[in-house]
């Protein structure tokens, strides 16, 4: 009883958090897609998880949120990766856009994960992947289709879904843990504000060095500033390694699943930061350059970058191949 009254105050603390949370860039609808700047972050409410707080490895931080929609059917699956830079939580709340999901048949997860700088990458991003296997090997149990499963997050959670849906398959089938043989390819992602690359010396060709003042970057690779970073990084080819091997646009490919990415305008205002648009313009351009066809963005009010016809209900519907949600003309 105690444990489960711990469970109940900490998403109640999560969730006024939430309220307090920046903005999000998520399209409503294609009316919203052409009018808006960034949409408010879903709105928090309290609805206590189908299963609470699940370990998906042994790190106190391995852990996540499943909420089951009701169905006589295996259910599609939304996975949000929560943001934070990689550094911090709190792991997403329940919101009013998860309620419509299980309200229309689709079962919601939010994971959380080790944070950097105590645990770089790969560590942030490797857990998302761990904890998709997870959930794949309790598809039965949970009653989930696990060909249906989308990713999204916002910022560095986007990060780390564009990460998982560009990369080849990681499963193993030989791996003595069955969560390991368990597939990570996706039937889509949708993500908000998020980095397309960390390498450093590429965020700074596109963005100028003000973006570099924020933590996310070298304290991806356990750095405590910029000078180390790149003092180190002039260096270690390991970690150079590693900057580039988990940056997204590094990963673009024509098999990868249909991709939103979602931002605010860019301007001068809001060019030179850690969730600028230019990170999804580059990914865009890169994406077109491969011959990817199935990639959209939506840049917000007065951009012909208006993301996928009909918004983000209509992008889920497509990479679901069903009528799931409605979508308003």
């Not at 003595?176 to 889509?188: C, F, I, M, N």
């Not at 069903?322 to 979508?327: A, C, D, I, K, S």
């Amino acid at each position: 009883m105690k444990q489960h009254t711990l469970r109940i105050l900490a998403l109640v603390a999560a969730g006024f958090l939430s309220v307090l949370t920046t903005t999000k860039a998520y399209s409503q609808d294609a009316r919203a897609a052409a009018t808006a700047t960034v949409t408010p972050r879903p709105a928090s409410i309290s609805v206590l998880p189908t299963q609470a707080h699940v370990a998906y490895g042994s790190d106190t931080n391995q852990w996540l949120n499943f909420w089951q929609a009701r169905s006589d059917k295996p259910t599609p699956l939304i996975f949000n990766i929560h943001g934070g830079g990689w550094r911090h939580g709190p792991i997403e709340p329940f919101s009013r856009r998860d309620q419509e999901y299980l309200d229309h048949s689709i079962s919601v997860v939010h994971i959380t994960y080790r944070f950097t700088p105590t645990n770089p990458i790969p560590a942030p991003v490797m857990d998302a992947a761990r904890a998709l296997q997870f959930v794949k090997a309790r598809a039965a149990e949970w009653n989930i289709d696990p060909d249906k499963i989308i990713l999204t997050g916002f910022s560095a959670g986007g990060c780390s879904s564009l990460w998982l849906a560009t990369h080849p398959d990681l499963a193993d089938p030989a791996s003595r843990d069955p969560v390991l043989r368990q597939s990570t390819k996706v039937a889509g992602a949708f993500v908000g504000s998020a980095q397309s690359t960390i390498e450093p010396a590429k965020v700074k060709e596109w963005l100028g060095t003000n973006t570099l003042h924020h933590a996310m970057i070298c304290g991806a690779g356990g750095f405590r500033n910029n000078e180390e970073m790149f003092r180190t990084l002039a260096t270690n080819t390991v970690m150079a390694a590693r900057y580039r091997d988990f940056s997204p646009i590094n990963l673009i490919n024509t098999n990868e699943p249909p991709i939103l990415l979602e931002y605010g305008p860019v301007n001068e205002k809001n060019r030179d930061n850690i969730h600028s648009g230019v990170f999804g313009m580059k990914f865009k351009e890169r994406a077109d350059t491969v011959g990817v066809t199935n990639c959209y963005l939506n840049l917000g009010k007065d951009s012909s970058s208006l993301g996928y016809p009909g918004g983000t209900r209509a992008f889920i519907n497509m990479a679901l191949k069903g009528q799931y949600l409605p979508v308003f003309p």
